[in-house]
Each structure stands twice: as structure tokens, then as C-alpha cells.
């Protein structure tokens, strides 16, 4: 039987963070339990009116968030407030497939240019590895606004 998958988020600011994966991997921020949202609602502003509705305290309304792939295929993103601040390098990280089936220098363009939509939406350049036949097709490390390494592949 196979499972589910959920990756799961430390992070100081979990709308904002998921808010930015949301961007990045084209998913939607899911609304809360019970609540049809809409065509064109904000599932954001609906998780307020249904956190302050059964009570939750505002400074503990973004204490978790999370996003879905809108066609069922990806896995769930779930993000948590933790107090402790990144310490190290990531142990493991998202590779994000944005250039599948490219190469050389039109692999490359297309990494560069999905590169800086990232970084206008908040993420970090860190580093460019060149493609290295056969091994190695080429990729771009970044990171996200909290400081989590992942790669442009």
C-alpha cells in the first residue's frame, strides 16, 4: 500500500512562507474545515474569519498554514511556527523542476529565468552549477525567504 506524502516547514512566519511556496510550486492555500469557499474567494482572509469564529487568539492565528497542489498530485506543504531560528544546512531539500526534459544552454535560460521570478517573489540566489555531461545537467541552488536551501532543476 503506498502513502501520502506531507512535507512539513519550520518556520518563524507560516503564511508568509507558505504564501511563497504557494507561488512558487502554483499551488492554493486550501480553506478551513467546513467552509465552502466561493469561486474566487480568499481562503486566506477565510481561515481568519473561521479562526476568530471558534476563538483561536490572534497571535496564535499563524501558528500553522499550509498548501496544496490544486490537481492531487503533489504533496501537501504544511508549515509551523517554531521559536528556534535555522541554524544549519538543510539535510534534506526540494528540488523544484523547473527546466524537465532541457538542455544546455536552453536548460540553463530557463532555470535563469525561473530564478528571478523566485527571487521577486522573495528567494535568494546562491549558486550556479554549470551543466557537467554526463553527470550533471545543470542547476541553481536558492533560497526561499526563511533561509531554506532548495534547487532550480
Known amino acids: 500500500m503506498s502513502r501520502h506524502l506531507q512535507i512539513t516547514f519550520d518556520a518563524h512566519d507560516p503564511r508568509a512562507l507558505s504564501s511563497f511556496w504557494r507561488d512558487v ?44 497542489d490544486p490537481e492531487g498530485r ?27 526534459g532541457l538542455r544546455g544552454e536552453e536548460r540553463m535560460a530557463a532555470l535563469e529565468a525561473e530564478c528571478e521570478r523566485l527571487v521577486a517573489l522573495g528567494a535568494t540566489r546562491v549558486r550556479r552549477f554549470e551543466p557537467d555531461p554526463p553527470m550533471s545537467t545543470g542547476f541553481l541552488v536558492m533560497a526561499d525567504p526563511e533561509g531554506n536551501e532548495f534547487c532550480l532543476d
Open 74 to 100: 503533489g504533496p501537501r506543504l504544511f508549515f509551523q511556527r517554531v521559536p528556534e531560528g535555522k541554524t544549519a544546512k538543510n539535510r534534506v531539500h526540494l528540488d523544484v523542476r523547473a527546466a524537465p
Open 25 to 68: 510550486m502554483g499551488y492554493v492555500h486550501p480553506g478551513p474545515p467546513g467552509v465552502d469557499l466561493p469561486e474566487g474567494a480568499d481562503p486566506l482572509a477565510a481561515w481568519d474569519e473561521f479562526l476568530e469564529r471558534i476563538g483561536v487568539p490572534e497571535e496564535e492565528r499563524n501558528g500553522r498554514s499550509a498548501i496544496e
